[in-house]
């Protein structure tokens, strides 16, 4: 029997969530025959938003994983032909990343199986507590993003 007292936090609700969804995304993904994973796919979709492709340390902070898990991420999209690094022209030491004619193809399929996903899961709710709920985590993301910024910049400066 559960124990009342306890209030179990929304943030640990949010991640519970948040996990789930990412399961069903797997799920059809393999269904689709598409051999990619949820996280290769956020991967392709950060980089598909930079049309002059991005830096991979800047899509790591951009996803808050560490550079070897974008590493990963980014071998495996390589090696399936969906994005391509090349020298960064500034600075040979970094790389930038671009996606390939074919990533776009593969973002037009996933399309309707995240949005699947996302229906299933938001079933039952009105459309304005959808619309307040994406806008409240797009609020929460930017907070929790700019204090992790600021935070990680006074480390640097020694102020922690």
Known sequence: MPNEDINYPAGFMLADVARLMRVELDKSIAESGLDLSAGDIRALMNIARFFDGVRQCDIAKGMHVEPMTISAYLDRLESSNLVRRQADPR???????????????????????????????????????????????????TNLSRQRYLGSDMMRAGGF
């Open 91 to 141: 600075d040979r030491r970094a790389r930038v990343v671009h996606v390939t004619d074919t990533a776009a193809m593969v973002l037009q399929q996933v399309q309707p199986m995240l949005a699947t996903v996302y229906d299933n899961a938001m079933l039952g709710v009105a459309d304005e507590a959808r619309l307040c709920t994406e806008t409240s985590l797009e609020i929460a993301r």
